[in-house]
């Protein structure tokens, strides 16, 4: 990190590895509401409320969902977002999600994974052939709850 101080004795704003400045840094996380709504607490207080409760509605509807039919984990993840333009938490949490993705998809795309995860599919499929034989040859085509006791 690069510190210095210039020609009237201030201290020069520190620079991390990439270049930006840790004000920049900073800046990126917290409210993203208009000034005017920040320079009033009350009304923060109740823009905060507003999204809190808008990303609320949208994250539930994305946890139905995960059992309905929809696209229920992009809906999570959309209110998630709602909320990061507010709460320094749920920017910490997308920020977190994003590198683990990210990793994720890069073990993916590795050769060994890829291999391992071919052979273990492969695997599974001759498993639920093969159970899937046995119940056809024992009791055909008949649905489980027609099954009389044989």
Do not use: C
């Not at 139905?64 to 320094?88: D, K, N, R």
């Not at 890069?106 to 159970?131: E, H, M």
């Amino acid at each position: 990190m690069n510190t210095g101080s210039d020609k009237h004795g201030e201290t020069a704003v520190a620079e991390d590895r990439t270049g930006t400045d840790e004000a920049t840094a900073e800046r990126a996380l917290g409210s993203r509401a208009p000034d005017f709504v920040k320079a009033r607490r009350v009304l923060h207080l109740s823009w905060q409320v507003g999204v809190f409760i808008v990303g609320l509605a949208v994250v539930a509807a994305g946890v139905a969902m995960l059992v309905l039919p929809g696209p229920g984990w992009v809906v999570i993840f959309g209110g998630m977002a709602i909320w990061a333009t507010e709460f320094v938490w749920a920017q910490l949490v997308l920020r977190w999600t994003k590198r683990k993705v990210t990793e994720a998809a890069q073990r993916a795309l590795d050769p060994k994974v890829r291999r391992r995860n071919i052979i273990l599919t492969s695997i599974g499929v001759v498993i639920i052939a093969a159970l899937a034989g046995i119940y056809l040859w024992k009791f055909g085509l008949e649905m489980p709850w027609n099954i009389k006791d044989q």
